[in-house]
């Protein structure tokens, strides 16, 4: 790349946001750049078949950086989230499953199963199952046997979102029936598959928000995606996100120990659930949307003090790395983090996350596995975006829809539980799993990342397996 | 010149009671914030005011944010420059802790260290590890000390320079006027480090030592 950051590329602004206009389900506009900045990752592995697991992404490459092993995500992503517009009546449910099945089905005959094909997982929120299958849900919907012994009542897997300390007070918790993760190096796969749920399926489904976004792109040298496209944008502290990042924030967070392994987060494989049966193969998908301050990050933090708060205070760091090891046997204790926390104030985004999202002692899970002490828990399938704060919404004033592009992350994370995500985003803000409570001011730089993100969106789902993705529950109507 | 005495002697009151008090206002030490004003910059300052109050914390070995020693602080904002703290520092014979005002200018922390309390961590014995706590606390306030660890110093001297005679000069004859027996000692701090010691022994007669206060807290007497 030759331009400089201040003619990026040859765009104008009026031309880009010229390009982010149209928005909807087709909607390019500016995610067009991606394929114009990101080289498309090479796949080895074309994987053979659709696993069980709907948020199962077989085939992703996995490349050496720094010495760490990292993976690559697909390029190209999409959440759909919407409203089921079909009558209640048993029949007419029946029938709005079979048709997006075969919707679904025909897009698994038209990709293969991995990031050169598309990845589809729907997910289902809470107010599907309240609507429309309240009967079978009481019966079907797993609980959460962990958080159920912690609070002393019956908690289900499935909760409704909530505000985190560090939350704004206006964010917003949706409250979508059905999320759509697509995912592909393809740009046109996943506009395929947008197309094929809810255009072609639009009499089921009214579409609340589009989100659209890419991740990855930094490992194939040059300047790297997120700055590339950020500098496209004109996002106010984009010239100072680092060369081959592949995030906005800087610092790789896709290294293969920091991401759960395969089937680590369905609902049963760590014991966490009960009457799990029909959702067996399922997992819960946290999904929201975060504007990230790039201008504050790098210009109130140096590396050293991203470093601190990003992964741990007292990490020694050449200048400028940005894959940080976070090897499974560094995870890191409660007591840790407090004693880190007391001797310089600050929290370490990564290690304070570890105490909650890594395993606390050797777990052989449900399918045969052993997953020793230390293996990470949630599989995050995040992107950055230059959504403000969606592609497109249906409700632009409630969602709080800006103008001109915004940079942040959408973030989608696989857990077994909603409450296991709790408990991690909870370790975010200083509240610790063993009940300890750091405390923070509003916006504290201490926390690193949080000081600069601003929670727009929150809602939490449940992931079924794949022969169970349309319409969960709904067979079992009377 | 009469007036000037009086004011000097103000002075020296003034200072004394914000001795005997544990407080102290520190102005110079203050380096520009690199976390900006906000708690974390008040940690910071706080945790370099009290390792260089207590030189024994400078030991690399009490750095790390991951060991079970070194300076711990946590703060609370009181307004938008205001923060008041509290702080532990451990090291390996002592537990020190107190409370701390920190007040930013222009950008700058100030700290107002108090030290309120000082305990035993961990010694080869009784004695002196409660003198190596105290050394430590010591060291915390050189320009005003307080009264008590003065005492410890002076129980140090009577400790040591007993165990020192008795291997020395055995006790013979029961009832003699003991001279490896200490009555009383006093001592009077000579230098930032140092304290000269006089000591009354049973049988009447006296002598001076030095007791010298290393870096690790020890009291050596000379």
């Known amino acids: 790349m030759s331009q400089s950051a201040d003619e990026p590329s040859g765009l104008t602004r009026r031309r880009f946001l010229g390009a982010a206009a149209g928005a909807g389900l087709s909607a390019a506009g500016l995610y067009e750049l991606v394929d114009r900045f990101g080289a498309v990752p090479r796949r080895n592995l074309a994987a053979a078949a659709w696993p069980r697991e709907q948020h199962v992404l077989l085939g992703q490459q996995v490349v050496t950086d720094e010495g760490i092993e990292v993976i690559v995500p697909p390029l190209h992503h999409r959440v759909v989230t919407a409203k089921v517009r079909v009558e209640g009546s048993r029949s007419s449910l029946l029938a709005a499953k079979a048709e997006l099945e075969e919707a679904l089905a025909a897009l698994e005959r038209q990709h293969e199963p991995s990031p050169r094909g598309l990845g589809v997982t729907v997910a289902w929120g809470l107010p599907y199952f309240r609507r429309y299958v309240a009967g079978p849900a009481r019966a079907h919907l797993p609980i959460d046997d962990r958080a159920s012994k912690a609070k002393g009542r019956r908690v289900l897997a499935l909760l409704d979102a909530i505000r985190y300390p560090s939350d704004p007070a206006h964010t917003i918790l949706d409250e979508n029936d059905v999320a759509v993760l697509l995912r592909s190096d393809e740009r046109e796969h996943v506009v395929a598959g947008a197309h094929a749920i809810f255009r072609r399926l639009a009499h089921l489904f009214e579409v609340t928000s589009v989100r659209s976004g890419f991740a990855g792109g930094g490992f194939s040298g040059g300047r790297g995606l997120p700055k590339e496209m950020a500098l496209a944008a004109r996002i106010p502290g984009a010239e100072r996100i680092p060369d081959g990042a592949e995030l906005f924030l800087g610092f790789t967070s896709t290294q293969r120990a920091a991401m759960g392994p395969s089937r680590i987060a369905n609902l049963e494989t760590l014991g966490y659930t009960s009457r799990n049966a029909y959702f067996r193969g399922g997992t819960q998908m946290h999904l929201s949307h975060m504007h990230e301050d790039l201008e504050a990050w790098y210009g109130r933090y140096d590396h050293d003090q991203r470093v601190a708060t990003a992964f741990r205070p007292g990490i020694d760091v050449a200048p400028g790395t940005l894959t940080v090891s976070e090897r499974r046997k560094d995870a890191y204790s409660a007591d840790l983090i407090v004693s880190q926390y007391r001797h310089t104030g600050v929290i370490g985004h990564s290690a304070a996350i570890q105490t909650a999202s890594r395993l606390a002692h050797d777990v052989r899970g449900a399918d045969g596995t052993l997953y020793p002490r230390g293996t990470a828990v949630p599989q995050r399938a995040d992107f950055n975006t230059l959504d403000n704060p969606f592609a497109w919404s249906s409700q632009p004033h409630h969602d709080g829809m800006g103008d001109g592009p915004a940079a942040g992350v959408h973030f989608v994370t696989f857990q077994p539980t909603s409450d296991d995500f709790d408990r991690v985003r909870l370790a975010m803000d200083g509240v610790l799993p063993d009940g300890t409570r750091l405390y923070f001011e509003p916006r504290d730089r201490g926390q690193g990342f949080n000081s600069v993100l601003r929670t727009t969106h929150r809602q939490n789902f449940l992931v079924p397996p794949r022969p169970h993705r349309s319409f969960p529950l709904v067979e079992l109507l009377r | ?222």
């Open chain 2, 1 to 222: 010149m009469a007036t000037g005495r009086v004011w000097a002697a103000s002075a020296l009151v003034v200072l004394l009671a914000a001795g005997c008090g544990g407080a102290r206002q520190v102005a110079d030490r203050a380096e520009p914030a690199a976390w900006g004003v906000s708690r974390v910059a008040a940690v910071q300052a706080v945790s370099r005011e009290v390792t260089a109050a207590n030189p024994i914390m400078e030991n690399p070995k009490y750095a790390p944010a991951e060991s079970e020693y070194g300076v711990e602080v946590g703060c609370r904002r009181r307004s938008a420059r205001r923060y008041l703290c509290s702080w532990r520092a451990v090291n390996t014979y002592s537990v020190l802790s107190g409370r701390a005002g920190v007040r930013f200018v222009h950008a700058r922390p100030r700290v107002e260290l108090r030290q309120t309390s000082c305990r035993r961590h961990v010694g080869p014995g009784e004695d002196s590890a409660l003198v190596r706590c105290a050394a430590s606390g010591f060291e915390s306030a050189r320009s005003a000390p307080a009264s008590t660890p003065v005492s410890r110093i002076e129980q140090s001297v009577k400790s040591s320079l007993e165990r020192n005679l008795m291997t020395s000069q055995p006790r013979t004859e029961k009832g003699s006027a003991w001279s490896t027996h200490v009555r009383r000692v006093r001592c009077v701090m000579s230098s930032g480090h140092e304290f000269r010691c006089d000591v009354t022994f049973m049988n009447g007669s006296r002598r001076q030592v030095t007791a010298r206060v290393r870096p690790d807290g020890v009291v050596a007497v000379g």
